[in-house]
């Protein structure tokens, strides 16, 4: 049998189709020419960077720097692939502290387009021109033009039909070049930058400032009293890893991730690790698909991190990424725990509706948080009503919560005093429609929900409670029967270590029912019916990603349970309650972190300032 296909011939490619496949890599629209262009400029050692662009960089990109200039006995190799000025042995690939490395991006742009070199380097009396179209140089010439480099990228892919085709909407495409600008103009504060895109400017920034003025210039100024800044320098055992940051309030976290910005040695880069641990610092603070505002910049050795495993160098690898997420984490986090979350109210002259993205803080207090006082939350407990509006016996046990609430305050591992507002203790409280709680604090009026609240400060204390052992179980005389359905009834093996840490016992007493002998007492004595509970949990666990959390160390299943069971047992809307029950869950709220939010992350308290009230009447 022949009708074996003859082997196709072996040649090989011509430097120009070479250079295009490369640049396939490399090139993949007018913002990766952009990026490629003012990295080679930050490289060069400039001080002020400016990029023209036309129609969305698809007629013209150029960028000029006043950096060192290029050697015009260089100006060739600068085109060529694979020659650089940055790299010269394997061990360099280990240390690299410049932006670019491979020496093949000017290559490829050239070979795409009609790209023109004009440069002239400190002890050079005039400027020269090198002019090439495709892969042919024109011999570099004289020419008159300043120190530094100016080079002009035009008609991108006029000689790759197929690639201009996958271009997008001019407007899209300049879009895409002024993000890339955003966020090299974040990372390089000393560096001026001016941005124009078809003679008319988008943004410039004067050269030298601080980290911090050229977050603020780029993210806008009125954001100002809603970023805090964080830093891990002081912390314990960061090994070389530092950083510095700012971090958006809650508040003004945004449904799409494009105000975060995290760089790697001042290079952008997107990571999971990374933002995993900044969705995590933020959790039970924003709710669920939103992102936080937030500008990163870490620092490390460059041996710590591989930069070369993405064409576009838009991801890294790190050698110790468990080190990474924990300073990221705990940076993070401490910045928000020692901040005053609570939004305020802004009011306008025009008094428009009360809107999320209005929400404001007044000047928020970097202090740590503040300490747990146990009288606080002795006085909680010793009576037996405790935020009790159905008549019940009281939710917690005294001491445990007691215990739990102090191993906590001892974490955070500070007993100095604090800056943060308190409620004002002797304080009227009020309860308004049987739903919202209304006092004051040192700045204004304060609002609280008032089943945001309990949940919050049950779900923190059940948190606590249950990493120390199962929950205190109340055995039920006759058991409770659940209905349940034979599939759920095949999951209960996979819950049963989630039950005995709760303190559930439970099992089939037939094939659709399930009979509860115990029930966690917290339950109990809130009312909670085992029926509801159970049913609740069976359709949680329904859910492919529940189990397999329960499989994998269980700790996530066990906040959304635990969260569920603060929802079920918190106070609701329209329960009445007393003047010692208001009194005693605000005082919880001075000791529980994040009692800001809910943990579903929803606000759990508002602010009217003293100011507010002051404009409001015209008083200012
Ligand atoms: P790489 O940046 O990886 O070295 P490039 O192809 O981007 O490769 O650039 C090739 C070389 O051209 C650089 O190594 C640098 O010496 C020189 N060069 C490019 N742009 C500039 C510039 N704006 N100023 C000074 N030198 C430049
Ligand atoms: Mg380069």
Redesign the pocket.
Known sequence: MSDRPEPKRIQALTPLVASQIAAGEVVERPSSVVK??V???I??G?TRITLEIEQGGIELIR?T?D????DPA?LP???APH?????TSAEDLDRIA????????????SSVSRLS?R?RTRTQSAATLLECEADVAQPARPSSGPE??S?SVRNLFFNTPARRKFLKSVPTEQERCVDVMRAVALAHPAIGFKVVCDSRVSFEMPADQSPKERVLSMLGKELAPQMLEASADQFDDARGVTLWGMVGLPAIARGTNKSQFIFINGRPVRDRTIQHAVLEAYRGLIEPGRFPTIVLMIDMSPSGVDVNVHPAKAEVRFRDSGLVHSVVYHAIKRTLQAADLTPSISFTPTNRPLDRDMAQLPGSGLAPPPPMNPAQVASFFERNNVINTQGARPGFDVDQVRQALATSAAQQGSSEPTALPTIVPTTKILQIHKSYIVTQDDQGIVIIDQHALHERVMFEYLLERVLRGPLQSQHLLTPAVVPASARQLELLPELQELFARLGIEAEPIGPFSLGVRSFPAFLFERRVEPIEFLTAIFEKAENAQFISNLKSGGEEAMRDVLDMMSCKAAVKAGDRMTDVELAELLALRESVERSSNCPHGRPTSVRITIRDLEKLFHRA
Do not use: H, M, W
Request: avoid cysteine; charge should be negative.
């Open positions: 490629e262009l990295e080679n400029s490289d060069a400039s960028v720097d950096g060192s200039g290029i260089d190799l600068a085109i020659a650089t000025s940055k790299v410049t932006l670019g490395f491979r020496g093949e991006a000017l290559a490829s742009i070199i440069t530094g480099t080079i």
